[in-house]
């Protein structure tokens, strides 16, 4: 990694960081993976992310709904419910 090897030829981790376009704190990580886990610190770890509200099904069943006319659920309207999917 290019940071990496700049802070090995001397750099700061500041000016490495202003020549990447990243913070420093940023390339301190980047470092500090780098000197606990060697080549293996490059990857990067899996962030987790909120859970889905929906499963694939229900997904795809609030999807159909969305393809019906408002009226066939009982609202008096022409607006389509399509324009609601983009």
């Known amino acids: 990694m290019l940071a990496v090897q700049r802070v090995?030829?001397?750099?700061?981790?500041?000016?490495?960081?202003?020549?990447?376009g990243v913070h420093r704190v940023?390339?301190?990580?980047?470092?500090?993976?780098?000197?606990g886990h060697?080549?293996?610190?490059r990857k990067a770890k899996p962030t987790p992310g909120r859970p889905r509200f929906l499963t694939d099904a229900q997904e795809r069943?609030?999807?159909g709904w969305l393809?019906?006319?408002?009226?066939?659920?009982?609202?008096?309207?022409?607006i389509t419910?399509?324009?609601l999917r983009t």
């Open 61 to 63: 069943q609030v999807l």
């Open 26 to 35: 940023t390339v301190a990580k980047w470092v500090a993976r780098h000197r």
């Open 8 to 20: 090995a030829e001397g750099w700061s981790q500041k000016d490495v960081a202003a020549f990447l």
């Open 67 to 78: 393809d019906q006319p408002p009226t066939q659920y009982g609202f008096d309207t022409k």
């Open 38 to 41: 060697g080549d293996r610190g």
């Open 81 to 83: 419910c399509r324009l």
